[in-house]
């Protein structure tokens, strides 16, 4: 079962064992118009924080030349997103793996994109880091990581609405809250990414894609 902190961030379970969350409902389209812009015409995906399986679902089904890797830190939402799987009919879609971004080495080796949609505010800043280092060992070079959801930009909430989620995420979690978009360019710059390109999304959201510099230079003989 989920814990208390995915049950406050996702939504309900539905009788049928499917987890579902009115948020991923809402922001699948505007985000796979983006998806459909900056991934690649086929390969791997790598999809971190996958949640109910809504996301996985919808942008597989729409995306079948893709191979989609769902991923998700808590075990109790592999279900969910195996039945949202089943559901969706599509065949592109992996297994769900139990997925921390922090026990590095990764249990993937190697994606063509990374996508994490809604959670580096509902995780503590050290995620942020170990997204990106992870990203930097299994990514080609230009393999794009898709960040979507609020964000702080100069250190400013982008509504007042975000001022207070912000606000409530702090009181439910003192590590977790809205990041500074430039903050987060700051430590994927520090594992070789640059940030390429902002979306503005609606309800306040941005799309932030980073794309990876350069190949890991061989290890020393």
């Known amino acids: 079962m989920p814990t208390p902190r995915t049950r406050w961030t996702i939504g309900e379970e539905r009788d049928d064992g499917r987890w579902f969350a009115p948020s991923a409902e809402r922001n699948g389209e505007p985000i796979l118009a ?5 991934l690649p015409p086929a390969g791997k995906v790598l999809e971190i924080g996958s949640g109910t399986g809504q996301h996985a679902a919808k942008f597989a089904a729409a995306l079948p030349r893709l191979e989609w890797q769902p991923a998700e830190a808590d075990p109790g939402f592999l279900r969910s997103i195996e039945l949202w799987t089943r559901f969706s009919g599509a065949t592109n ?3 769900p793996m139990t997925f921390d971004v922090q026990s590095q080495p990764w249990p993937i080796t190697a994606a063509d994109a990374i996508v994490c949609i809604n959670v580096l505010h509902v995780a503590p800043w050290a995620v942020a880091g170990a997204l990106f280092q ?8 230009r393999g794009p990581v898709i960040l979507y959801g609020p964000y702080r930009r100069a250190d400013r909430a982008t509504a007042p609405s975000n001022d207070q989620f912000d606000a409530a995420l702090r009181a439910h979690d003192a590590r977790w809250g809205l990041r500074a978009m430039e903050d987060v360019s700051d430590v994927a710059a520090a594992a070789g990414f640059i940030l390429d390109e902002i979306t503005e999304m609606p309800a306040n959201n941005l799309t932030l894609v980073f794309r990876h510099t350069h190949a ?3 290890p020393p003989s």
């Open 216 to 218: 890991l230079s061989p």
């Open 34 to 38: 983006v998806l459909r812009r900056v």
């Open 93 to 95: 879609i992996l297994p």
């Open 134 to 141: 992870g990203a930097r060992l299994i990514l080609p070079v």
